[in-house]
């Protein structure tokens, strides 16, 4: 009996891992970015709940974030203290440029908040909801700009699957891209687009100034807050997110990270994390390293066949 009481005690003790002393979160990005935002707001809520009181984040910028990707790869060999942050970008972009680096170099840990992707125009556009929308775009192709990032961004995947669905040729969607979410604005409030694609956040001065409007969010059900319907109510069997995610050097053992995986665990519970969650309109996407790395195997998968239908796949 004795025997066995110390084998639970020493198998509970030895299973808790304190969180690092310390913490260096790179970030594939400037400062602002959304990937920033994300690393900004673990910081924070690290430091607010106590968890981790010495955090610096490092903002590496370029390459679609394949600088910072590569300089975490090639100079963070071994060291328990340091976390890449991503997102569905950094998942997309090797596979349109054919980067020599990849999320699979390095060990995804946790996946962590998100945001569906909203479709959205002006307000005083023609286009009065979703059905009207692809009622135009099967009518006539070529006559519907949709807006969004970079060739092979989130939002130019998210609508050539939503042109696939609606039984058309992902290369029929007229997609006009932007170096960042402002030029996206832009575009769709000087109508120099007639439909954009993002984060809620993105469009939610807008839609709260009266200058824009929602055509339909692709969740699972419909959000809170938002009045629009889900794709998947109009028929459209697509649910897509931006989401983001923290990683670990490739080398680390399960003992080295042991702490960085207590140090998310505690940070995804506490208070601070979930009033930034509803402070930032951010969506607990909370995944634990073995189902986030299942994600992003199928998020890779589902981004290549739909990149090869679209012809920028390298």
């Excluded at 430091?47 to 963070?76: D, H, W, Y």
Aim: charged share 20%.
């Amino acid at each position: 009996m004795l025997k066995t009481t110390l084998a639970l005690i020493f198998a509970a003790t030895t299973a808790f891992a304190a969180p690092p002393e310390r913490l260096e979160i790179t970030v594939p990005g400037g400062p602002g970015s959304g990937l920033d935002q994300a690393a900004r707001g673990i910081e924070e809520a690290l430091r607010s709940e106590g968890i981790v009181r010495n955090v610096q984040v490092v903002n590496v910028p370029g390459g679609g974030g394949m600088v910072a990707l590569s300089q975490f790869i090639t100079t963070k060999d071994g060291d328990p203290n340091v976390a890449l942050v991503q997102g569905a970008g950094t998942v997309f972009f090797p596979l349109t440029n054919a980067t020599p680096v990849s999320l699979a170099d390095v060990r995804p840990l946790a996946r962590l908040a998100g945001e569906y992707e909203v479709i959205a125009v002006r307000a005083d556009s023609e286009i009065t909801s979703l059905e009207d929308l692809m009622a135009r775009f099967k009518a006539d192709p070529g006559s519907i700009a949709w807006g969004g990032g970079s060739p092979g961004s989130t939002e130019n995947i998210f609508f050539a699957r939503l042109g696939k669905i609606a039984g058309m040729e992902p290369r029929q969607v007229n997609f006009i891209p932007h170096p960042n979410t402002g030029e996206v604005v832009v575009s769709a409030l000087n109508g120099q687009v007639s439909v954009v694609g993002g984060g809620m956040q993105d469009f939610l001065p807008q839609v709260e100034g009266g200058k824009m409007r929602i055509l339909a969010v692709a969740a699972p059900e419909r959000l809170e807050g938002i009045d629009a319907p889900t794709l998947r109510e109009l028929g459209y069997d697509i649910v897509f997110a931006n989401w983001r995610g923290i990683s670990v050097h490739k080398s680390l053992s399960d003992e080295d990270v042991a702490p960085m995986r207590e140090m998310i665990e505690t940070m995804v519970k506490s208070d601070r994390w979930h009033e930034m969650l509803a402070e930032r309109g951010w969506l607990d996407f909370y995944l634990p390293e073995a189902e986030y790395q299942q994600f992003i195997a199928d998020e890779e998968s589902a981004a290549k066949e739909i990149l090869t239908e679209l012809g920028i796949t390298q």
